[in-house]
């Protein structure tokens, strides 16, 4: 563990605070309406539509609330109300980023690309990994099989904690800077995705009785064939499932909260703990081979060394940066 966290110090190195700049919000603005604009096209363009339910009425609700409690505290006179206006900016981009990933994930599961689990399952046997063998260890212990589900799941728990400490602290650059590589690193993916379509090692390698069910069960596969024999029109906001098998978002997810929380001090080693352990439980609980991990990495990587060459490309060209730099506020204000 030691050794991996050396590591990402050296490929990432931590700038201090005050050497990371706050992303402009129209920036931010602007990635957010062409990703709803991406989504739209994508699902017009095989036919599906958004299921305009009451769960879809819930996320306009809580959009424009959000939005609007953002504009209320975009000048905060103390430091309750910069907390709350980081809070809610970061929690709900972030969610807001992760529900327009996976409803993009549908309309690109319902391409014609021939699924490539062979090809998966030969990497993973020339790393001497068999998918098998990993999935009778985590069924044969319900220990494990809790350790794991608990750890899978805190992929929705571990940006919450970041971006709490980051509004407590006063650290709004920082959590831009998060949210936008977690925003790189997801357009990767869905960009990869339509090239490696997998049913999942559990639905193509296990056969006979199911002694343990992972949390991800066997939906991948069942809804990729629904997308593409046109028996799902509608996508229900309240009943998403993962379709991405490679490269594993979790494994990309974990990459980055591992390198985001190495600055925070009272978080960087139980987020690493976490984390590490949300990798050694996505092949089961994500259904995914030990390529779909690697990937993930890989595609983690790339994100966070991304995003700084961008703002190092484009903040010289924007006018007015040099004074979008985070800054404390007044004493006397707190």
């Known amino acids: 563990m030691t050794g991996t966290h050396t590591t990402s110090r050296q490929l990432f190195p931590a700038p201090s605070i005050d050497q990371i700049p706050l992303l402009p919000g129209r920036w931010i603005a602007m990635a957010v309406a062409g990703s709803v ?25 809580w959009a424009m609330a959000a939005s609007t409690l953002c504009y209320i505290f975009r000048a905060p006179a103390t430091r309750g109300e910069r907390i709350a206006r980081d809070l809610i900016e970061g929690i709900s981009l972030f969610a807001l980023i992760s529900l327009l990933g996976a409803v993009a994930s549908y309309p690109l599961a319902a391409g014609h690309h021939a699924l490539v689990d062979p090809d998966l399952e030969r990497i993973d046997l020339s790393l001497h990994f068999h998918w098998t063998n990993w999935y009778t260890l985590i069924a044969g212990h319900k220990w494990l099989q809790a350790i794991e589900r608990i750890a899978y799941l805190s992929i929705f728990v571990t940006p919450a904690l970041l971006i709490g400490y980051f509004a ?3 650290r709004r650059a920082e959590a831009r800077l998060f949210i936008a590589t ?31 069910m992972p949390l991800s069960g066997l939906y991948q596969d069942q809804v990729i064939l629904a997308l593409r024999h046109h028996s799902i029109r509608l996508v229900d906001l309240g009943a998403l499932h993962g379709l991405v098998c490679a490269p594993s978002f979790h494994a990309a ?21 976490l984390n590490v352990v949300m990798l050694l439980a996505t092949p089961v609980e994500g259904t995914h081979y030990l390529a779909d991990v690697l990937g993930g990495m890989i595609v983690a990587c790339l994100a ?8 190092k490309f484009a903040a010289p060209r924007i006018d007015g940066w040099a004074a979008d730099f985070e800054r404390e506020m007044p004493a006397a204000a707190g």
């Open 304 to 311: 966070l060394w991304l995003m700084p060459a961008l703002i």
């Open 182 to 212: 977690f925003w790189v690193a997801a357009l990767i993916t869905l960009i990869l995705f339509p090239l490696f379509p997998a049913a999942g090692p559990f639905a193509t390698l296990w056969h006979g009785s199911i002694p343990y």
């Open 253 to 273: 997810s974990a990459v980055i909260y591992i390198v985001t929380a190495r600055t925070i001090a009272p978080l960087r080693w139980p987020i690493t703990a």
């Open 168 to 170: 407590w602290a006063g």
């Open 37 to 61: 604009v991406i989504d739209a096209a994508l699902l017009a363009g095989t036919g599906l539509r958004i299921d305009l339910n009451r769960v879809f009425a819930g996320f306009v609700v």
